[in-house]
């Protein structure tokens, strides 16, 4: 997704011009809500014992679409919504949530820092891709093979994944009957902490992605050329690496919502603060202070929902269900942020509706925590997976 909104300004300009740029959003948006949506099959299925299959399967599916996009022409929206939105989308929701869950096979008190590391990858890929495909799209090669080239380097990088990557503990037994699946799932949706959770992410995702998606327009809008408008973006994921990183380390000593809470205020807070960015600086200071705060809230939901898994061979299952149904709300979003921004670019519309999105979430953290008592405490980890590995 960080890639994406890069590259389309790309599309706006050239590839797609004769779309609107709203017809274009929908190729990001799409691909989000089946990045989520994907999870849910694929996280029940590595709980089984299918973490193999389902990454492998995945990975051929992200190469496959890269390389139909490569094939796509000019001006063809259709095509680039199936191969760049549709398929995409489905390929990466195949790979992260069981990359993430796994991790859990492997790690208790470490957990979240490894959860931190691994989604840091996102964040360095965000930083990466963007500058190598502006520079592939507009130097000898082209768009076509500048896709190809990122086919091949994803590739080499998902050979090295595959190999490195298994799970450890033995898979849940297999619910043979439907009454037995219904109340599998029935369980997660009885678990109120849970749902509480689940709802949380939900409103999160609706407000936490508008600076992402809008950053570059608020950029040239207040004087930067549209060259430096394109590295706000790559300089919001760059500082996002730290962002991912640095609360994991301690989170599992100061509990999870006693770091998830303040992290999501000072999102908020800079979400309001957009309203009087008048000028460059403003826009560079946004790029680094909400590319590190958006980084550590958004690497916060997976522990968040390890936190609260009784137990470790559920995780796969309950990480897709919440991460698809926060798709949802990274789908309806933006979109409404846009709306609200209108022609005129209405600023306080979007970012009021975003921040106050973000706000409601850390307040919901916040009631979390007094739903169960000692979930904000570190050490109460031990009580809900005292048979964890080490």
């Known amino acids: 997704m960080a890639v994406f909104n890069d590259t389309s300004d790309f599309f706006v300009r050239e590839y797609l011009s004769n779309s609107s740029s709203f017809q274009i959003s929908w190729i990001g948006s799409v691909q989000v809500l089946f990045l989520g949506c994907s999870g849910i099959p694929c996280g029940y299925a590595m709980d089984h014992g299918y973490f193999r299959w389902v990454m492998i399967s995945g990975s051929a599916l992200l190469v496959f679409c890269l390389v139909m996009t490569s094939f796509c022409q000019e001006q063809q929206f259709w095509q680039m919504f199936l191969a760049n939105g549709l398929g995409l989308g489905i390929a990466v929701g195949m790979l992260y949530v069981p990359a993430i869950g796994v991790l859990s096979h492997h790690f208790k008190k470490r957990r979240s820092l490894m959860m931190g590391l ?7 890929g965000g930083l990466v891709h963007p500058i190598m495909l502006n520079n592939l799209f507009h130097g000898r090669l082209g768009f076509a093979w500048g896709v190809r080239v990122s086919a091949l380097f994803n590739l080499i990088l998902l050979i090295v994944a595959n190999l490195l990557m298994s799970t450890r503990l033995p898979s849940r037994p297999k619910d043979t009957t439907f009454k037995k699946q219904l109340l599998y799932w029935k369980g997660f949706f009885t678990d109120k902490v849970y749902v509480m959770a689940t709802l949380s992410i939900f409103v999160l995702y609706c407000g936490v992605y508008f600076p992402t998606f809008f950053l570059q327009l608020a950029a040239v809008k207040n004087g930067l050329s549209t060259n430096l408008a394109f590295y706000t973006i790559t300089l919001l994921n760059g500082v996002g690496i730290l962002g991912r990183i640095t609360p994991t380390i301690v989170v599992d ?18 979400i309001f603060s957009w309203i009087a960015m008048k000028d460059a600086a403003g826009v560079i200071s946004m790029a680094v202070f909400y590319g590190y705060f958006a980084g550590a809230v958004i690497s916060l939901v997976g522990p968040m929902i390890a936190y ?22 990274a789908l309806i979003g933006p979109p409404i942020c846009g709306a609200l921004l209108m022609s005129e670019l209405i600023w306080y519309r979007p ?26 405490v570190g050490k109460c980890w031990n009580t809900y997976h005292n048979k964890d590995p080490q």
């Open 308 to 329: 609260l898994t009784p137990n470790v061979s559920d995780i796969g299952a309950r990480l897709g269900v919440s991460i698809g149904i926060g798709a949802v709300g």
């Open 118 to 124: 691994a989604q840091a990858g996102s964040s360095v």
């Open 351 to 376: 970012a009021i509706f975003s921040g106050v999105r973000i706000l409601l979430q850390s307040l919901l953290s916040l009631w979390l925590t007094s739903l169960n008592q000692g979930l904000c």
């Open 253 to 270: 000593r100061v509990g999870v919502f006693n770091m998830m809470i303040p992290v999501a205020v000072a999102c908020s807070a800079l």
